[in-house]
């Protein structure tokens, strides 16, 4: 029997990772009958079939299974052996997959994407943009970000950007229509959008006030990940939807949508990137991370150095007395 390459193997791998031909191509940036003919040539090298394919579904035969156990620690440690030459390097390179959802992408990795790719150009960021909480382990991502009370407990989590402010807005006919929630219980009689899980459950409401904690299972005619289509249908009337605050500042501004329940504001948390414990974080991910943190840090600067300036700007100016504004 003739060895099996690192490529027949990482196609294998992949492919059962993603239960998908389709989905590991694209992974790995190969055409799938490429990568099907990697994994036939790697089943005749080693005389056994390791899955069972339809045109519907892929499924892992007992021999694949056993290999698949094996081989992902190799894998891993054939990553990591690669990864280690990079000390050598003046500048960190290679391929970092990340997963975040829209909001992230907007507010976290978009104000420092140019910056990153210019300081690090033999690196290539593949950014995957999902609302779902995603196995980054399973699905052989580097990283992901996600708000903090969706990162699992066996993840590192680093914050990386402020609190996204959920803010519950409608548009004004529907208002009328259907009335205004005064509670959140309230909620339970209208049409909310939800958002599921890759777990299958709902995603709750949860509300805050004079630090009395209330989760609502808001029911509707619409399930998105996506706050984009969420909006859409708060726009539209049709729904009320739960939203990061700043992308309704201008609807709120121009009174096409209506911040309900402000006295009930739902509960904020950051955006964090999170990581497996037991990985080494290549070079290139490392840099990501230094920059993000450096983004965090420089925002959050920023309104102190602000107030110190006005403060400064009120100590410099006499008031009608002669004594210092205050």
Same mark, same amino acid.
């Given at each position: 029997?003739?060895?099996?390459?690192? *490529?027949?193997?990482?196609?294998?791998?992949?492919?059962?990772?993603?239960?998908?031909?389709?989905? *590991?191509? @694209?992974?790995? $940036?190969?055409?799938?009958?490429?990568?099907?003919?990697?994994?036939?040539?790697?089943?005749?090298?080693?005389?056994?079939?390791?899955?069972?394919? @339809?045109?519907?579904?892929?499924? /892992?035969?007992?021999?694949?299974?056993?290999?698949?156990?094996?081989?992902?620690?190799?894998?891993?440690?054939?990553?990591?052996? /690669?990864?280690?030459?990079?000390?050598? !390097?003046?500048?960190?390179?290679?391929?970092?997959?990340? @997963?975040?959802?829209?909001?992230?992408?907007?507010?976290?990795?978009?104000?420092?994407?140019?910056?990153?790719?210019?300081?690090?150009?033999?690196? @290539?960021?593949?950014?995957?943009?999902?609302?779902?909480?995603?196995?980054?382990?399973?699905?052989?991502?580097?990283?992901?970000?996600?708000?903090?009370?969706? =990162?699992?407990?066996?993840?590192?989590?680093?914050?990386?950007?402020?609190?996204?402010?959920?803010?519950? =807005?409608?548009? +004004?006919?529907?208002?009328?229509?259907?009335?205004?929630?005064?509670?959140?219980?309230?909620?339970?009689?209208?049409?909310?959008?939800?958002?599921?899980?890759?777990?299958?459950?709902?995603?709750?409401?949860?509300?805050?006030?004079? $630090?009395?904690?209330?989760?609502?299972?808001? *029911?509707?005619?619409?399930?998105?990940?996506?706050?984009?289509?969420?909006?859409?249908?708060?726009?539209?009337?049709?729904?009320?939807?739960?939203?990061?605050?700043?992308?309704?500042?201008?609807?709120?501004?121009?009174?096409? /949508? =209506?911040?309900?329940?402000?006295?009930?504001? +739902?509960?904020?948390?950051?955006?964090?990137?999170?990581?497996?414990?037991?990985?080494?974080?290549?070079?290139?991910?490392?840099?990501?991370?230094?920059?993000?943190?450096?983004?965090?840090?420089?925002?959050?600067?920023?309104?102190?150095?602000?107030?110190?300036?006005?403060?400064?700007? !009120?100590?410099?100016?006499? $008031?009608?007395?002669?004594?210092?504004?205050?």
């Amino acid at each position: 029997m003739t060895k099996a390459s690192i *490529a027949e193997m990482s196609a294998f791998v992949t492919i059962a990772e993603r239960a998908s031909f389709a989905k *590991a191509a @694209t992974q790995l $940036g190969v055409s799938r009958s490429s990568l099907s003919e990697s994994l036939r040539a790697l089943e005749e090298r080693l005389g056994v079939r390791l899955l069972n394919r @339809t045109t519907r579904s892929v499924a /892992l035969t007992e021999a694949g299974e056993r290999l698949l156990t094996q081989l992902r620690p190799l894998l891993d440690n054939f990553d990591a052996a /690669l990864e280690s030459v990079n000390a050598f !390097r003046d500048s960190p390179a290679g391929h970092v997959r990340i @997963t975040v959802p829209r909001p992230a992408a907007r507010t976290i990795i978009a104000p420092i994407l140019s910056r990153f790719l210019r300081a690090y150009p033999a690196v @290539t960021l593949e950014v995957a943009i999902d609302s779902t909480l995603t196995d980054i382990v399973r699905d052989r991502f580097d990283a992901g970000i996600r708000p903090g009370h969706r =990162v699992e407990r066996d993840m590192i989590a680093l914050r990386v950007g402020e609190d996204s402010e959920p803010t519950v =807005v409608a548009s +004004p006919d529907y208002l009328r229509r259907h009335g205004t929630p005064q509670q959140p219980s309230d909620l339970r009689s209208h049409n909310c959008t939800r958002m599921r899980f890759s777990s299958n459950a709902f995603a709750r409401w949860v509300f805050e006030k004079r $630090g009395r904690s209330i989760e609502i299972d808001v *029911a509707g005619s619409l399930v998105s990940g996506d706050s984009d289509l969420a909006l859409r249908a708060a726009l539209d009337g049709v729904a009320l939807a739960r939203v990061p605050r700043h992308t309704v500042e201008s609807h709120l501004a121009d009174q096409t /949508l =209506v911040a309900v329940l402000e006295d009930w504001r +739902p509960r904020s948390v950051g955006f964090y990137l999170y990581y497996p414990s037991r990985r080494q974080m290549p070079a290139a991910m490392q840099a990501l991370v230094d920059m993000l943190k450096a983004e965090l840090a420089s925002r959050r600067a920023a309104p102190n150095a602000l107030t110190g300036r006005l403060r400064a700007r !009120r100590a410099e100016s006499p $008031g009608r007395t002669g004594r210092i504004s205050r």
